[in-house]
Protein backbone atom coordinates (compact mmCIF):
# COMPACT_ATOMS: atom_id res chain seq x y z
CA UNK A 1 0.00 0.00 0.00
CA UNK A 2 1.31 3.71 -0.43
CA UNK A 3 3.40 4.79 2.41
CA UNK A 4 2.71 8.53 1.68
CA UNK A 5 -0.78 10.07 1.70
CA UNK A 6 -2.76 13.28 1.60
CA UNK A 7 -5.31 14.62 4.25
CA UNK A 8 -7.37 16.85 1.92
CA UNK A 9 -8.32 15.34 -2.13
CA UNK A 10 -8.82 18.73 -2.94
CA UNK A 11 -8.72 22.52 -1.91
CA UNK A 12 -9.74 25.67 -3.46
CA UNK A 13 -8.61 29.01 -2.57
CA UNK A 14 -9.19 32.84 -3.67
CA UNK A 15 -6.42 33.73 -6.14
CA UNK A 16 -3.59 35.87 -3.77
CA UNK A 17 -4.34 34.01 -0.73
CA UNK A 18 -1.89 31.48 0.77
CA UNK A 19 -2.58 28.19 0.39
CA UNK A 20 -1.11 24.59 1.96
CA UNK A 21 -1.24 20.98 1.14
CA UNK A 22 -0.44 18.66 3.34
CA UNK A 23 1.12 15.40 3.51
CA UNK A 24 1.61 12.53 5.88
CA UNK A 25 3.76 9.78 5.43
CA UNK A 26 4.61 6.06 7.25
CA UNK A 27 8.07 5.57 6.64
CA UNK A 28 10.55 6.52 8.62
CA UNK A 29 13.00 5.47 7.10
CA UNK A 30 12.91 8.19 4.16
CA UNK A 31 15.44 10.88 4.04
CA UNK A 32 14.56 12.71 1.22
CA UNK A 33 11.12 14.23 0.23
CA UNK A 34 10.01 16.41 -2.83
CA UNK A 35 6.80 18.30 -4.00
CA UNK A 36 5.66 17.92 -7.40
CA UNK A 37 3.50 19.86 -9.26
CA UNK A 38 1.22 18.04 -12.56
CA UNK A 39 -1.14 20.49 -14.93
CA UNK A 40 -3.59 18.21 -17.07
CA UNK A 41 -2.05 16.54 -19.73
CA UNK A 42 2.06 17.35 -18.16
CA UNK A 43 4.28 14.77 -16.13
CA UNK A 44 4.75 16.13 -12.88
CA UNK A 45 7.39 19.17 -12.31
CA UNK A 46 9.79 19.55 -9.58
CA UNK A 47 8.91 22.24 -7.41
CA UNK A 48 10.74 21.84 -4.44
CA UNK A 49 12.55 19.18 -2.09
CA UNK A 50 13.67 19.04 1.65
CA UNK A 51 16.28 16.71 3.03
CA UNK A 52 15.29 14.73 6.58
CA UNK A 53 17.93 16.82 8.72
CA UNK A 54 15.76 19.78 7.70
CA UNK A 55 12.84 21.04 8.82
CA UNK A 56 12.42 23.75 6.58
CA UNK A 57 13.13 25.31 2.91
CA UNK A 58 12.31 27.90 0.76
CA UNK A 59 12.00 29.17 -2.51
CA UNK A 60 9.83 31.15 -4.75
CA UNK A 61 6.85 31.32 -3.64
CA UNK A 62 7.02 28.06 -1.94
CA UNK A 63 7.88 26.54 1.57
CA UNK A 64 8.08 23.18 2.42
CA UNK A 65 8.52 22.03 5.87
CA UNK A 66 8.92 19.01 7.35
CA UNK A 67 7.83 17.38 10.78
CA UNK A 68 9.55 14.20 11.34
CA UNK A 69 8.19 13.70 14.83
CA UNK A 70 4.31 13.48 13.52
CA UNK A 71 5.89 11.96 9.78
CA UNK A 72 3.80 15.07 8.30
CA UNK A 73 4.93 17.27 5.22
CA UNK A 74 3.34 20.71 3.86
CA UNK A 75 3.66 22.74 1.24
CA UNK A 76 2.98 26.55 1.49
CA UNK A 77 2.43 28.38 -1.83
CA UNK A 78 2.48 32.28 -1.08
CA UNK A 79 0.16 34.91 -3.28
CA UNK A 80 -1.22 31.92 -5.19
CA UNK A 81 -1.80 32.54 -9.08
CA UNK A 82 -3.87 31.20 -11.61
CA UNK A 83 -1.12 28.60 -13.13
CA UNK A 84 -0.76 26.83 -9.84
CA UNK A 85 -3.95 25.45 -10.20
CA UNK A 86 -2.79 21.59 -10.43
CA UNK A 87 -2.63 18.40 -8.24
CA UNK A 88 0.41 18.63 -6.07
CA UNK A 89 2.16 15.30 -4.92
CA UNK A 90 4.00 14.69 -2.43
CA UNK A 91 7.04 12.08 -2.76
CA UNK A 92 9.26 10.33 -0.40
CA UNK A 93 12.67 9.07 -1.12
CA UNK A 94 13.21 5.71 1.07
CA UNK A 95 16.88 5.28 2.49
CA UNK A 96 18.82 2.58 1.03
CA UNK A 97 15.92 1.97 -2.07
CA UNK A 98 15.86 3.21 -5.32
CA UNK A 99 12.49 4.23 -5.39
CA UNK A 100 10.14 7.82 -5.17
CA UNK A 101 7.09 6.73 -3.74
CA UNK A 102 4.08 9.44 -4.58
CA UNK A 103 1.07 10.22 -2.55
CA UNK A 104 -2.08 10.24 -3.61
CA UNK A 105 -2.35 13.86 -4.32
CA UNK A 106 -4.44 17.32 -3.52
CA UNK A 107 -5.87 19.28 -6.80
CA UNK A 108 -5.80 22.84 -6.42
CA UNK A 109 -8.26 24.74 -7.43
CA UNK A 110 -7.02 28.58 -7.57
CA UNK A 111 -10.47 31.27 -7.74
CA UNK A 112 -10.58 33.90 -9.74
CA UNK B 1 18.81 20.03 -22.80
CA UNK B 2 17.16 19.94 -19.48
CA UNK B 3 14.15 18.00 -20.97
CA UNK B 4 12.86 14.27 -20.61
CA UNK B 5 11.23 13.32 -24.12
CA UNK B 6 8.62 10.66 -25.07
CA UNK B 7 7.47 9.02 -28.34
CA UNK B 8 4.51 8.75 -29.14
CA UNK B 9 2.62 11.60 -26.89
CA UNK B 10 -0.99 9.16 -27.65
CA UNK B 11 -1.11 5.47 -28.28
CA UNK B 12 -4.05 3.51 -29.17
CA UNK B 13 -3.83 -0.29 -29.54
CA UNK B 14 -5.67 -3.79 -29.53
CA UNK B 15 -4.25 -6.71 -27.21
CA UNK B 16 -3.17 -8.21 -29.66
CA UNK B 17 -0.85 -6.02 -30.89
CA UNK B 18 2.78 -4.92 -30.51
CA UNK B 19 3.71 -1.37 -29.61
CA UNK B 20 6.96 0.76 -27.93
CA UNK B 21 6.91 3.68 -25.90
CA UNK B 22 10.22 5.18 -25.98
CA UNK B 23 11.45 7.96 -23.75
CA UNK B 24 15.45 10.29 -24.42
CA UNK B 25 17.29 12.21 -22.15
CA UNK B 26 20.15 14.15 -22.47
CA UNK B 27 21.39 15.67 -19.51
CA UNK B 28 23.87 12.79 -18.51
CA UNK B 29 21.59 11.43 -15.75
CA UNK B 30 22.59 7.70 -15.52
CA UNK B 31 19.60 6.32 -13.96
CA UNK B 32 15.95 6.02 -16.14
CA UNK B 33 12.54 5.15 -14.51
CA UNK B 34 9.15 4.05 -16.06
CA UNK B 35 5.82 5.01 -14.15
CA UNK B 36 2.33 4.04 -14.95
CA UNK B 37 -0.47 6.60 -13.87
CA UNK B 38 -4.06 5.50 -13.62
CA UNK B 39 -6.50 8.95 -14.08
CA UNK B 40 -6.55 10.43 -10.39
CA UNK B 41 -4.06 8.63 -8.95
CA UNK B 42 -0.10 9.22 -8.07
CA UNK B 43 2.20 7.73 -10.23
CA UNK B 44 3.48 4.12 -9.40
CA UNK B 45 6.62 2.75 -10.21
CA UNK B 46 7.16 0.09 -12.21
CA UNK B 47 11.11 -0.26 -13.39
CA UNK B 48 14.28 1.72 -12.54
CA UNK B 49 17.14 1.15 -14.89
CA UNK B 50 21.14 2.09 -13.00
CA UNK B 51 23.92 2.66 -15.36
CA UNK B 52 21.68 0.79 -18.52
CA UNK B 53 20.89 -2.16 -16.16
CA UNK B 54 17.80 -3.04 -14.65
CA UNK B 55 18.14 -2.77 -10.67
CA UNK B 56 14.82 -2.87 -9.84
CA UNK B 57 10.90 -3.90 -11.33
CA UNK B 58 8.52 -4.21 -9.03
CA UNK B 59 6.81 -7.07 -9.88
CA UNK B 60 5.40 -6.02 -13.56
CA UNK B 61 3.63 -8.46 -15.61
CA UNK B 62 5.80 -9.34 -18.20
CA UNK B 63 4.00 -8.20 -21.14
CA UNK B 64 6.06 -4.98 -20.28
CA UNK B 65 9.16 -5.22 -21.61
CA UNK B 66 11.84 -2.34 -20.86
CA UNK B 67 14.97 -1.93 -22.44
CA UNK B 68 17.75 0.60 -22.28
CA UNK B 69 19.80 0.86 -25.41
CA UNK B 70 22.08 3.15 -24.20
CA UNK B 71 22.65 5.48 -21.25
CA UNK B 72 20.17 8.34 -23.10
CA UNK B 73 17.33 5.87 -24.18
CA UNK B 74 14.59 3.80 -22.37
CA UNK B 75 11.98 2.08 -24.35
CA UNK B 76 9.18 -0.07 -22.46
CA UNK B 77 8.18 -2.87 -24.90
CA UNK B 78 4.47 -3.75 -25.02
CA UNK B 79 2.85 -7.30 -26.06
CA UNK B 80 -0.85 -8.53 -25.08
CA UNK B 81 -1.91 -5.86 -22.84
CA UNK B 82 -4.95 -5.68 -21.63
CA UNK B 83 -7.88 -2.77 -21.25
CA UNK B 84 -6.82 -2.09 -17.83
CA UNK B 85 -3.15 -1.45 -18.86
CA UNK B 86 -4.44 1.99 -20.52
CA UNK B 87 -2.79 4.82 -18.38
CA UNK B 88 -0.28 7.44 -18.81
CA UNK B 89 2.98 6.04 -19.23
CA UNK B 90 5.72 8.12 -17.37
CA UNK B 91 9.22 8.31 -18.08
CA UNK B 92 12.23 9.90 -15.94
CA UNK B 93 15.20 10.23 -15.34
CA UNK B 94 18.25 11.20 -12.62
CA UNK B 95 21.41 11.88 -11.87
CA UNK B 96 21.51 8.43 -9.77
CA UNK B 97 19.87 5.72 -8.88
CA UNK B 98 20.83 5.91 -5.19
CA UNK B 99 18.71 7.53 -2.18
CA UNK B 100 19.92 11.03 -1.08
CA UNK B 101 18.69 14.02 -2.87
CA UNK B 102 17.94 12.14 -6.23
CA UNK B 103 15.24 14.47 -8.20
CA UNK B 104 13.80 12.71 -11.12
CA UNK B 105 12.72 14.96 -14.41
CA UNK B 106 9.46 13.62 -15.91
CA UNK B 107 8.63 13.65 -19.65
CA UNK B 108 4.96 14.39 -20.56
CA UNK B 109 4.01 10.77 -20.61
CA UNK B 110 2.60 8.74 -23.68
CA UNK B 111 -1.41 7.69 -23.07
CA UNK B 112 -1.92 4.34 -24.07
CA UNK B 113 -5.18 3.09 -24.49
CA UNK B 114 -5.62 -0.70 -24.83
CA UNK B 115 -8.72 -1.64 -26.70
Not at chain 2, 46 to 56: C, H, N, P, Q
Not at chain 2, 84 to 109: K, M, Q, R
Request: hydrophobic share 35%.
Amino acid sequence: GESVGLHLPTLSVQEGDNSIINCAYSNSASDYFIWYKQESGKGPQFIIDIRSNMDKRQGQRVTVLLNKTVKHLSLQIAATQPGDSAVYFCAEMIQGAQKLVFGQGTRLTINP
Amino acid sequence: DTEVTQTPKHLVMGMTNKKSLKCEQHMGHRAMYWYKQKAKKPPELMFVYSYEKLSINESVPSRFSPECPNSSLLNLHLHALQPEDSALYLCASSHEAVSGANVLTFGAGSRLTVL
